[in-house]
């Protein structure tokens, strides 16, 4: 069984940065890709960002260049950077967990709230 525990979230003005970070409790951390997703008011869920277990990123075009996505194994944790905060960032970020061998998302956390007031 594999829980997540967001926190990092927080309300800030456009411009700033926030550190998101996600503790994955369970086992064989290694063997699942981590991922980054919100959602805003009204919006679907959108993927952000994830990162292979090898450490392979991807980011969405949304946020190219300004978020970066990075994970710690030795304290099995995942990180959200993100630099240069604009208001439409504002959503509920989750952190999600996938075995290599799947392609869903399995395992979500409840969520951390980001507001960026401009």
């Known amino acids: 069984q594999v829980e997540l525990a967001e926190s990092g979230g927080g309300l800030v003005q456009a411009g700033d940065s926030l550190r998101l970070s996600c503790v994955f409790f369970g086992r064989d951390f290694s063997l699942y890709v981590m991922g980054w997703f919100r959602q805003a008011p009204g919006k679907e869920r959108e993927l952000v960002a994830q990162?292979?277990?090898?450490?392979?990123?991807y980011e969405a075009d949304a946020v190219k260049g300004r978020f970066t996505i990075s994970r710690d194994h030795a304290k099995n944790q995942v990180y959200l950077q993100m630099n240069s905060l604009k208001s439409e960032d504002t959503a509920v970020y989750y952190c999600a967990a996938r075995r290599i061998s799947t392609s869903t998302y399995e395992y979500w956390g409840q969520g951390t709230q980001v507001t960026v007031s401009s």
């Open positions: 990162i292979t277990s090898g450490g392979s990123t």
